[in-house]
């Protein structure tokens, strides 16, 4: 009894170094950004981070998004590794631990920033985070949006409220969320935090021509705004943003010519949520005559199946033709179709491989045309898209 008493004991004491010596290192790091939300926390991340570059501010940034990251002051990433894979490349099981080891790797590499995407679904875990982990100086939220209701809903409200939990004390909030913003707002001003509301209108569209890649307004408008606070010059943040390293599951068109066609591949598959994918198609759908969907499906995001059915039946009528791959498509299609979309216009590719998939594009596809991938980026859908990359680099 002794011994297991002693041991609880030693236990318990050396988290509590542990702690005491995170929350020392955080005070060590005078900008501390925790930026959340459903939807572009990857992207914001990493356009703060360059913009704090840009402000002459040695800043080290963790991502999340298609793979975990940690971001140099240079610029330059690394995979997280995370404990239960062998393969970097796979996600492992995050756990909120992390922070500590992220922030004492950003404080030995001695940051004078740090800006890290929010890993929590939990609204009390969201909560520790911010409140325990990172203690920000700046908090972010770039949008409230239908994802994650399982963890966070059932109501969008439910999910504005979740996101709140990492509203700093006495700091800065910036969101870019007009429907919300009074609410996060009074929650903020109950703990001594400025809130500031962005928008697109704050961006204009000829600082939007230097990204290589889509971006989207919100994003970039939410990073000038934090330039602005910090008193770092707008063209020379943009110009570093123009110049970061983009998430893995961004928006890019890669044009791809095989089998006699010409076709045009956009890989939407990180958007995740119904909301976003409506948003993206809306601003990409006019680029192209003709296009087919590439729908892929994960088995533990049924609901995500069934919200993007019926989000193609109400908005994605006039396309081609639809290739549903992955597992359960059926949860996709039946939604699909109860909600009028033709099931003759759907090829049901179930536990097809890459090679398949992209082969059915061209068999389908007409030249010329834009293929729209949406569903989920992680497993298939990164592959996918790799192998695209490397058709293209490959390509006479």
Avoid at 44 to 69: D, F, N
Avoid at 80 to 88: C, F, H, S, V, Y
Wanted: net charge neutral.
């Amino acid at each position: 009894m002794l011994g297991l008493i002693a041991f609880t004991a030693g236990i318990i004491t050396y988290w509590v170094t542990e702690y005491l010596s995170h929350i020392r290192r955080l005070k060590g790091i005078p900008v501390r950004i925790h930026v959340n939300g459903t939807r572009g926390k990857s992207s914001t991340t990493r356009l703060i981070a360059a913009t704090l570059r840009a402000g002459g501010l040695r800043t080290c940034a963790k991502v999340t998004g298609t793979l975990p990251m940690f971001v140099y002051p240079d610029g330059s990433e690394k995979i997280i590794p995370r404990p239960g894979t062998t393969d970097p490349r796979q996600h492992g099981m995050p756990n909120i631990i992390e922070y500590v080891r992220v922030v004492k790797a950003a404080h030995e590499l001695g940051a004078e920033a740090f800006v890290s995407e929010c890993m929590a679904l939990q609204p009390e875990l969201q909560w520790v985070t911010e409140h325990r982990m990172m203690k920000s100086t700046i908090g972010v939220i770039t949008n409230v949006r239908r994802d994650h209701l399982d963890v966070m809903g059932p109501t969008l409200l439910d999910v504005a409220l979740a996101l709140s939990n990492t509203i700093p004390k006495n700091g800065v909030l910036i969101t870019a969320d007009e429907h919300f913003f009074p609410l996060f707002k009074r929650i903020a001003d109950r703990r001594g935090t400025t809130a500031y509301l962005v928008s697109d209108e704050d961006v204009d569209d000829r600082e939007m021509q230097g990204f290589s890649y889509i971006e989207h307004k919100p994003n970039v408008a939410i990073a000038l705004k934090i330039a602005e606070l910090l008193g770092i010059d707008r063209t020379a943040a943009l110009n570093s943003m123009y110049q970061a390293v983009p998430d893995a599951g961004v928006l890019r068109i890669h044009r791809i010519h095989d089998f006699g066609k010409t076709l045009f591949f956009v890989s939407a598959y990180a958007a995740n949520d119904p909301d976003s994918f409506k948003i993206i198609w809306q601003t990409i759908r006019s680029r192209f005559n003709r296009w087919i969907v590439h729908m892929n499906c994960r088995d533990d995001r049924v609901e995500r199946s069934v919200q993007l059915g019926e989000l193609l039946a109400a908005e994605m009528r006039d396309v081609d033709k639809v290739i549903v791959t992955g597992k359960l498509t059926k949860a996709f299609i039946d939604a699909a179709v109860k909600n009028g979309f033709e099931a003759d216009r759907i090829v049901d590719m179930e536990n097809c491989t890459v090679e398949e998939a992209y082969r059915s594009f061209f068999e389908h596809a007409a030249d010329g045309s834009g293929i729209f991938g949406m569903g989920n980026m992680v497993d298939f859908g990164e592959k996918l898209t790799e192998y695209i990359r490397e058709r293209i680099s490959h390509a006479v």
